[in-house]
């Protein structure tokens, strides 16, 4: 079955900061890979998602994702963080048949 | 607009009790999953349906039942609570697509904090 390593459980970044999330998966055919963001006490929201083409992927709220297949990873980065990203994110990849999760990466934005 | 809900928000029950939580979509989707969340563990998979009367069991079913006798709900029983299954549940939804898509994007309920004590 497919799996997901985030390698980083919590990381703080200053406000206008980049980010870039960790994420690395095993799966033996080409991945659906996707990243999910949950703010406290709420669902999560898909971010963005790479199911084949173009490897750098565009999602909402100004973060991107770049598929390495050489690498297996499929990290999210943002050019300017802002304090309303702090968050929990995840990273999923979907096998045959169903979705597995990273642990998720905490963010937290200082002023 | 389409939506996702659960009921209860929070749910606090005694060990051995059967408990039921709710998942109610209004997307129209076939696809519908059962998770729960605990620190260290990201979401897990409980159960999933891929369409009326289709039941599957995911990486954590162990103690965990569900149904689907319609499109929109797909509720969630636990049989016999223990209070390893203290955690938050999320119900999700997706599309049905073509191809090796039964993976889709997924919409997610706002969750139920479940407490056995």
């Known amino acids: 079955a497919q799996s997901v390593t985030q390698p980083d459980i919590h990381i703080t970044v200053s406000e206008g900061a980049s980010l870039e999330l960790r994420c690395n998966y095993s799966y033996g055919a080409t991945p659906y890979l996707f990243w999910y963001v949950q703010s406290p006490g709420q669902g999560l929201q898909l971010l963005l998602k790479?199911?084949?083409?173009?490897?750098l992927v565009q999602g909402i709220k100004g973060f991107e994702a770049e598929f390495k297949r050489s690498q297996s990873s499929f990290n999210l980065r943002k050019p300017s963080v802002h304090w309303s990203d702090a968050a929990e994110y995840f990273c999923?990849?979907?096998?045959?048949?169903?979705?597995?999760f990273g642990a998720g990466t905490r963010l937290t934005v200082k002023p | 607009d389409a939506e996702i809900t659960q009921s209860p928000r929070h749910k606090i029950t005694e060990t051995g009790r059967q408990v039921t939580l709710a998942c109610h979509q209004t997307?129209?989707?076939?696809?519908m999953f059962w998770y729960r969340q605990d620190l260290g563990h990201g979401l897990r998979l409980i159960h999933y349906?891929?369409?009326?009367?289709?039941?599957n069991k995911g990486e954590v079913s162990d103690g965990y039942s569900v149904s689907r006798s319609n499109t929109e709900d797909l509720p969630l029983t636990l049989e016999s609570a223990a209070s390893s299954q203290t955690s938050v549940y999320f119900c999700?939804?997706?599309?049905?697509?073509?191809?090796?898509?039964?993976?889709?994007?997924?919409?997610f309920g706002p969750g139920t904090r479940l407490t056995v004590l």
């Open positions: 997307w129209n989707h076939n696809n």
């Open positions: 999923a990849v979907g096998g045959q048949n169903d979705m597995r």
């Open positions: 790479y199911f084949s083409g173009d490897t």
């Open positions: 999700a939804s997706s599309e049905r697509t073509s191809g090796r898509a039964r993976i889709n994007e997924q919409f």
């Open positions: 349906s891929y369409g009326v009367h289709d039941t």
